[in-house]
């Protein structure tokens, strides 16, 4: 190169250091798992496979900032960093894409099939490519099936369904506010996954058709997307759409909230999906709740209302801090996972719980778990019924209470009126609920019993589960209140 020559290089790495993470290996291991198929099928010679190993490296920032300052021929001037899904269709700008394990399967096989197949037919021969590829694509959609499914599709639906009052909420706000250049929007519990950026999408998609319609010109948005501290927003920041070159900013803020989180009189509109039936903190008064990790139908009557105090203390908190924050004339669209009923111990609101209890107690049972263990454990997380928050609203004072909708959804996403094609199968129902929980229960159970229970527990909770819906389909209640 000439002296003042510039180079761009772009390559697939790793976000971790150690090169031997499941998260950094899958798509060889599944390869592997597919020529170990035709292996046992008599189709493969294990000496084959034994004597094969593709000449692939996925190196992290690390290593590669390390090779060029220690090489001393380059000024590195940026290194970047990026992620895309396994499956191309599957793009938060994609709106209309709907996860269907076989095709994305079959997407990344063919991705994957391009850049190898030369090299597998010279080593294996070209007899075996379709069947290889067959299989791979099999076990990429079971295990995209897994993650997907993990709470994301579900939370998605609930965001769709609350849409319309979304568009409602936003309408309104912008008919009777005094026009601004920046409308500022406040997305509280963010998350770090494929959903994180749905709400914000929603909102400029809604300010920017409303303003269209009014012949006006659109206002510039500011996003505020909130999270715990803990939060992997390295990840988020790394993932922000490009909103079609609509003026729209994003920014992160850490902190809990149930805290004081933005400057007086500084934020237009709060948003907030499945978020609020967490806790701040365990309830205090609850160590007598043995084999149980919730209100379950053994608690004592101390454990309920000390969930619903708790409950009522941390929402009050919140509705305090936002209403300081929120300009005059400003909107809040609150949802999240509620009871139909107003007993918290009735079997229909503490299903989940008692059988995830039910599950950890196999494990007691099988001295993978120490009873203790178990007995010391309850999760941070409650249902309301709408008559509390209607009441704690207006005890509160604070917030005119515009509109409370309530709407259920089955625990399994699949169990939808508009999936024609859904069969019941119990042992795939189970599956689809027990990710779900796992999803949002995993950290706090692996913090607590430790990580080499968790495939176990969660295994059994599957089969707990379907053979409860199997008997008896159970649905989610939400809860969707604007401000």
């Known amino acids: 190169m000439i002296t003042g020559g510039r180079m761009l290089l772009t390559f697939i790495g790793r976000s971790i250091t150690d090169p031997t993470s499941k998260d950094c290996c899958a798509i060889w291991g599944f390869l592997t798992k597919s020529l170990l198929d035709l292996v046992a099928e008599g189709?493969?010679?294990?000496?084959?496979?034994?004597?094969?190993?593709?000449p692939y490296y996925h190196p992290c920032k690390e290593e590669v900032r390390e090779i060029i300052e220690t090489e001393g021929s380059f000024v590195l001037?940026?290194?970047?960093?990026?992620?895309?899904?396994?499956?191309?269709?599957?793009?938060?700008?994609?709106?209309?894409?709907?996860f269907e394990n076989n095709k994305s399967g079959r997407n990344v096989a063919n991705c994957i099939r391009a850049v190898t197949e030369s090299l597998v037919a010279s080593h294996f021969g070209e007899t075996i490519i379709d069947d290889l590829f067959s299989r791979y694509a099999q076990h990429v959609g079971e295990h995209l099936s897994y993650e997907k499914t993990k709470f994301v599709t579900i939370v998605k639906k609930?965001?769709?369904?609350?849409?319309?009052?979304?568009?409602?909420?936003?309408?309104?706000?912008?008919?009777?506010?005094?026009?601004?250049?920046?409308?500022k929007v406040a997305d509280l519990g963010c998350a770090s996954g494929p959903n994180t950026f749905f709400p914000a999408c929603e909102i400029v998609d809604i300010v920017t058709r409303i303003c269209l319609e009014a012949h006006s010109e659109s206002p510039e948005l500011q996003v505020f997307l909130n999270d715990l501290p803990q939060n992997d927003f390295n990840t988020v920041f790394k993932s922000v759409p490009s909103f079609n070159g609509r003026p729209c900013f994003i920014a992160g803020v850490a902190g809990s909230f149930y805290q004081r989180l933005f400057p007086s009189n500084s934020i237009h509109f709060v948003h907030s999906s499945y978020c609020l039936h967490w806790l701040s903190k365990v309830?205090?008064?609850?160590?007598?709740?043995?084999?149980?990790?919730?209100?379950?139908?053994?608690?004592?009557?101390?454990?309920?209302?000390?969930?619903?105090?708790?409950f009522r203390n941390d929402f009050s908190k919140f509705l305090r801090f936002r209403y300081e924050e929120m300009i005059s004339g400003g909107r809040m669209l609150l949802t999240f996972i509620g009871r139909s009923i107003t007993d918290p111990a009735s079997k229909d609101y503490c299903t989940t719980w008692d059988l995830l209890a039910k599950s950890l107690l196999d494990l007691v049972a099988e001295g993978l778990v120490c009873k203790s263990e178990v007995d010391s454990f309850n999760v941070p997380y409650y249902y309301p019924c709408k008559e509390e928050v209607r009441e704690l609203i207006e005890k509160n004072g604070s917030f005119i209470l515009d509109k409370l909708v309530s709407f259920e959804m089955n625990w399994?996403?699949?169990?939808?009126?508009?999936?024609?094609?859904?069969?019941?199968?119990?042992?795939?129902?189970?599956?689809?609920?027990?990710?779900?929980?796992?999803?949002?229960?995993?950290?706090?159970?692996?913090?607590?019993?430790?990580?080499?229970?968790?495939?176990?527990?969660?295994?059994?909770?599957?089969?707990?589960?379907?053979?409860?819906?199997?008997?008896?389909?159970?649905e989610c209640f939400y809860c969707c209140f604007n401000y």
């Not at 189709?43 to 593709?54: A, I, P, T, W």
């Not at 609350?162 to 920046?182: H, Q």
Request: include cysteine; charged fraction near 25%.
């Open 43 to 54: 189709l493969v010679r294990e000496s084959d496979v034994d004597s094969f190993n593709v």
């Open 77 to 98: 001037n940026k290194l970047e960093t990026f992620e895309m899904n396994w499956d191309f269709e599957d793009d938060i700008c994609n709106e209309s894409f709907v």
């Open 158 to 183: 609930v965001q769709l369904k609350t849409r319309p009052f979304l568009e409602d909420t936003i309408k309104d706000m912008l008919s009777k506010m005094v026009p601004a250049p920046c409308i």
């Open 283 to 310: 309830p205090e008064g609850v160590k007598n709740n043995k084999g149980n990790i919730h209100i379950g139908k053994s608690s004592p009557p101390n454990v309920s209302k000390a969930y619903s105090e708790q």
């Open 412 to 474: 399994d996403f699949e169990d939808d009126v508009c999936n024609e094609n859904f069969v019941f199968e119990k042992s795939k129902s189970g599956r689809n609920v027990a990710n779900c929980i796992q999803a949002i229960t995993e950290s706090m159970v692996a913090s607590h019993f430790g990580e080499t229970i968790i495939d176990d527990l969660f295994s059994r909770f599957a089969q707990h589960v379907g053979e409860h819906l199997s008997s008896q389909k159970t």
